[in-house]
């Protein structure tokens, strides 16, 4: 399947809104990347419910929303009815990932299960049969504008051999510091999805930015 690319509104301008989600309408965008942060799971605060939903409100594309928040299971009929089509929450912050994943699904949207760079992608062996995607963090998370780390690589080849093994249909989202220049090598090491914050609203064509990550991406 083609590479799927989407644009993180972490770092649109909030000042024009409206236009940002327009662009990214019209462009050869996939999905909206939708970042949830609540200043304790990781140390930023951003979108709330109805910031969600007015996305939502004019979105022609799904809502791809990640959770970085503590005790997500208490909210996620919350995010559901915000607007979010995909939701994945952090392994971190799961005591009980598969009932986290099965609740997703029993909602209604595609579920992801996210894990951060200092953790080995092994420990989601047992969860990969179960999810629809997995979304492997290539900076820490909490901020825009991280840079890429080179080990993430290797981690995708290592999650792509579990992948092959446990579960074909699983999609492989990546995070973090991705653009033009390291879409294709992602893309030939498993990725899936792509997501791409800064590389896109940062761009002085942001719709053309978007077209070239994706052809560098083979999509």
């Known amino acids: 399947m083609p590479v799927l690319l989407a644009p993180s509104m972490l770092a649109a301008n909030f000042l024009h809104l409206g236009k940002e989600i327009e662009m990214v309408n019209e462009s050869q965008a996939d999905l909206f990347h939708i970042d ?7 140390p930023n605060l ?6 969600i939903k007015q996305i939502k409100s004019m979105a022609k594309k799904p809502l791809d929303v990640h959770l970085m928040i503590s005790n997500p299971d208490q909210y996620l009929e919350a995010y559901k009815d915000a607007g979010a089509d995909w939701l994945s929450v952090h392994y971190e912050t799961c005591p009980h990932l598969h009932s986290s994943v099965q609740r997703i ?46 080990g993430t690589y290797r981690r995708l080849q290592e999650l792509s051999e579990l992948k092959e093994k446990m579960n074909p249909d699983l999609l492989i989202e990546v995070d973090g510091g991705v653009d033009g220049l390291n879409a294709g090598k ?3 090491a498993g990725a899936n999805i792509l997501v791409a914050g800064s590389a896109v609203f940062g761009a002085k064509d942001p719709m053309a930015t978007i077209a070239e990550i994706k052809k560098q991406a083979g999509s």
């Open 36 to 42: 949830i942060m609540d200043g304790h799971f990781v």
């Open 46 to 51: 951003t979108f709330g419910f109805f910031i």
């Open 105 to 150: 699904k029993k909602l209604g949207m595609k579920a992801g299960v996210v894990i951060n760079p200092h953790n080995p992608v092994s420990l989601l062996r047992d969860i990969i049969p179960e999810a629809d995607y997995v979304l492997l963090m290539s900076v820490n998370p909490g901020f825009g504008g991280q840079k890429f780390i080179e």
């Open 186 to 188: 992602l893309a030939s």
